[in-house]
């Protein structure tokens, strides 16, 4: 897939979102069919935790008419290939053409004893993937490293690094070359004080941050042990573009200038954890019209 594909496949601004899971259903059709309307080019999903993301990915879909609703991630250890090649096959044509596979390969941490070397895992799931007739270009990696990179260059359609900042964006790219996708993740705060920003955003970095390929990827970025281990504003600011429209626009533009094609922004509102939608919306509105 070339950077021309991706950019009108995926638009350049997506939302990933929790709460479009892990909310009422009735509010997350609603919320997906504004967002749809309200030209955000992809909605991702997270799916780490295994459960009925495929249904959920469903209902995404049929609450939507242009958006590509994709996962961020599939949890490849909670999802057989060959079950989610089956109901790849079994969605309609007008659906099917608009889902994205990104599968991730979790932690050791939340698999437990089943975890094994998650580069060979991975290759493997792919393998199997292309068994069942899953199409490459509708796949990409939750790629952090330079190997699960090399891998989603050479195997898959791009790479969706979650929790990375610019710096990343421009080594990634490097290691991605000019064809595949670079779509990477970035959180944000829409709240200009800096103490009340940080608060809400430091309790997120902080739980991942006890996440050994997180720590890692970060360490790759030149942050400390000291860093990591507090949970330093240097780190926090260096996640979450956090202030008013134009601020995140900032981050954002930093992004694409360092090799990025989209952008998928998760908005944290003041609760973060609680899977309230309705918090959401407003600043859902906002960027959209700042950024779209």
Same mark, same amino acid.
């Given at each position: ?11 350049? &601004? ?30 991702? &999903? ?22 590509? &609703? ?28 608009? @889902? ?74 490097? =290691?991605?070359?000019?064809?595949? @996708? ?22 997120? =970095? ?49 992004? @694409? ?10 908005? =944290? ?24």
């Amino acid at each position: 897939m070339t950077n021309q594909v991706a950019a009108a496949r995926l638009g350049l &601004i997506g939302i990933w979102s929790m709460e479009l899971r892990d909310g009422d259903p009735s509010e997350v059709v609603d919320a997906a069919a504004e967002l749809d309307e309200l030209g955000y080019g992809t909605l991702w &999903i997270p799916g780490a935790m295994g459960g009925g993301l495929l249904s959920d990915t469903s209902r995404l879909l049929s609450a939507t008419s242009n958006a590509t &609703i994709a996962t961020g991630i599939l949890n490849i250890w909670m999802h057989d290939a060959r079950e989610v090649a089956a109901w790849w096959r079994d969605l309609p044509e007008h659906h099917r053409s608009r @889902f994205l596979l990104g599968l991730g390969v979790s932690h050791g941490a939340t698999i437990g004893d089943a975890y094994r070397k998650p580069l060979s895992a991975m290759t493997e799931y792919l393998e199997n993937l292309s068994g069942e007739g899953f199409p490459s270009e509708d796949i990409c990696l939750a790629a952090l490293g330079p190997k699960m990179l090399e891998l989603a260059r050479d195997r898959t359609a791009g790479a969706h690094p979650y929790l990375v900042t610019p710096e990343h964006t421009a080594t990634a790219r490097a =290691v991605l070359g000019t064809g595949p @996708f670079l779509a990477p993740e970035q959180g944000v705060v829409l709240e200009s004080d800096p103490q009340r920003a940080r608060d809400i955003a430091r309790p997120f =970095v902080k739980g991942y941050g006890q996440l050994e390929n997180y720590a890692n990827s970060w360490r790759r970025l030149g942050f400390s042990e000291e860093d990591i281990a507090t949970t330093s504003d240097r780190l926090v600011d260096a996640l979450f573009a956090w202030g008013d429209e134009n601020r995140i626009a900032e981050r954002i533009n930093a992004h @694409f200038a360092a090799g990025a094609d989209h952008v998928c922004l998760q908005v =944290v509102g003041p609760r973060p954890g609680v899977a309230d939608i309705g918090a959401l919306r407003p600043a859902w509105r906002s960027l959209a019209k700042a950024l779209i």
